[in-house]
Structures are given as structure tokens and as C-alpha cells.
């Protein structure tokens, strides 16, 4: 028995593992590596912006939540009828103000007046007879108890000369003409300085109390309250 150590006996080449003759040991190959490609990362500006739009999308969304909450519920119906429109409150519709026609209309209807007024002169020429005053109105005139054409009660040039023809088409007929206050009497002249246009009824009449008969014949179906606006005696005596 030699006199190695004993852990050099263990170790000693074992008969099955020593190589045989004629075997060429091989050198056992290194392991292969796979390497798996890892995914290109996104440049970080992209990842900058689409945090910020992520952002503003939150509160694009916040903020329409808050303006549907605070939207006042409609009550189904609309002022006009309509289900499920809001309701709106109605504007109303201004009355239409009395207001004077146009420069053109009331220089035509003055031009007509101005005609009728040199008929009634050379028809009727004042010399102290007596006739029945239709009508007597100057330009702006208000009557509260009639309406003018314009749908008020102020009279303006076209408004007068409207209701001096609807007289004439009247129960008086062809025995209407038509003067101003200037051209007869005292020259009666309203508060700003202007003669009234007068429409008025030839007759004959003998007096005042003739023409007041006529009045009430002629006008029977008008109140006696409001027959003396409409038909009154006139002395068409020559202008003073």
C-alpha cells in the first residue's frame, strides 16, 4: 500500500471512464444564446405629447360634464307648441304708433284739397248763406269721438282728404264742397296758426233751424249726443 493520501486514491481515473483506444474525445460545444430583438421604444417627445393630450381630453370632458349639470331642464313644451323645445317667452308685437304719411303722400293729398277748395270757391263763393259744416279739420288735428284713416284719431293732409270723399259718397251727395276756415267769416285758425280744411253741404237752406232739420234727417241713425260733430249750421258770411 503506497503511501499517498487518500483523497488522491478516490480521484484515481476509474477503469470505465478512462477513454478507450481509438476514441478522439471531443470537446463538449459552448451553448448557443438566442437573443430576442427588443422593440424600438418611442422618441420621448412623442410620449410627451400624448401625455398632454391625454390631459386635456380629461378636462375637455370635465368641463362638458359641468355645463350639461348646470343646463335648466326645458318643460317640454314651447311658447309655440312645439314637444320638446325650450321654452321661450313670447316678445310682443309693438302697436304700430300714429304717425304721418310720407312727405309725397302729404303733398298729393294737400295738391287735392287745394283743387277741391278752388271748386267750392267758384261753386260757392261766400256771401252770407247758410250751409251744413260736415267736417272741419286741420292738419293734427284730434278728434277723440272719430278715427282717422291712419287707425288713430289725429288727422294729417291724406287722413282729411279721405274723409271729405267719403262724405261726398254719402247721403249728402253731389251738394258737398269744400273751403277753408280762411276763405269765409272770422278766418277761425287752430292753436299753431292753420286754417281748417271744412267740408260742407250747398243746401239751400233758409236759415240755421233749416239746417238742423236737414241735420237730423240726413243723420237719424246718429246719436243726437254726437250728431252736432257731424252736421252743425254754418253762415258763410265774406272773410273779415
Known amino acids: 500500500m503506497s503511501g499517498a493520501p487518500w483523497w488522491e486514491d478516490f ?4 477503469p470505465d471512464d478512462a477513454p478507450q483506444a481509438g476514441t478522439t474525445t471531443r ?8 437573443h430576442t430583438p427588443t422593440p424600438p421604444r418611442p422618441p420621448r417627445a ?28 326645458d318643460d ?6 312645439t314637444p320638446g323645445a325650450p321654452a321661450t317667452t313670447p316678445v310682443p308685437t309693438p302697436s304700430p304708433s300714429p304717425s304721418r304719411g310720407t312727405a309725397a303722400v302729404d303733398a298729393a293729398a294737400t295738391a287735392e284739397l287745394e283743387a277741391l277748395r278752388e271748386n267750392g270757391l267758384r261753386a260757392h263763393p261766400p256771401t252770407g248763406q247758410w250751409v ?7 292738419v293734427g288735428t284730434t ?7 291712419n287707425g288713430s284719431s289725429t288727422f294729417y293732409a291724406a287722413d282729411i282728404l279721405a274723409q271729405s270723399r267719403e262724405i261726398a259718397s254719402g247721403p249728402a251727395g253731389g251738394d258737398v264742397f269744400v273751403l277753408k ?23 239751400p ?3 240755421a233751424g233749416d239746417v238742423r232739420t236737414w241735420c237730423d234727417s240726413m243723420f237719424s241713425t246718429t246719436p243726437a249726443d254726437v250728431r252736432g260733430n257731424v252736421c252743425l249750421p254754418k253762415h258763410l258770411t265774406p272773410p273779415s
Open 132 to 138: 251744413a259744416q260736415l267736417s272741419a279739420k286741420s
Open 143 to 149: 278728434d277723440p269721438v272719430q278715427t282717422a284713416s
Open 27 to 34: 470537446a463538449s460545444a459552448p451553448p448557443q444564446v438566442v
Open 76 to 81: 317640454g313644451v314651447s311658447a309655440q307648441g
Open 11 to 14: 480521484h484515481a481515473a476509474q
Open 46 to 73: 412623442l410620449q410627451v405629447v400624448a401625455g398632454v393630450l391625454g390631459v386635456v381630453l380629461l378636462v375637455l370632458v370635465a368641463l362638458l360634464a359641468v355645463r350639461t349639470s348646470a343646463r335648466p331642464a
Open 181 to 203: 276756415t280762411a276763405d269765409f267769416g272770422d278766418g277761425l285758425l287752430d292753436a299753431r296758426g292753420n286754417p281748417y280744411w271744412v267740408t260742407l253741404a250747398a243746401g
Open 205 to 207: 237752406f233758409a236759415d
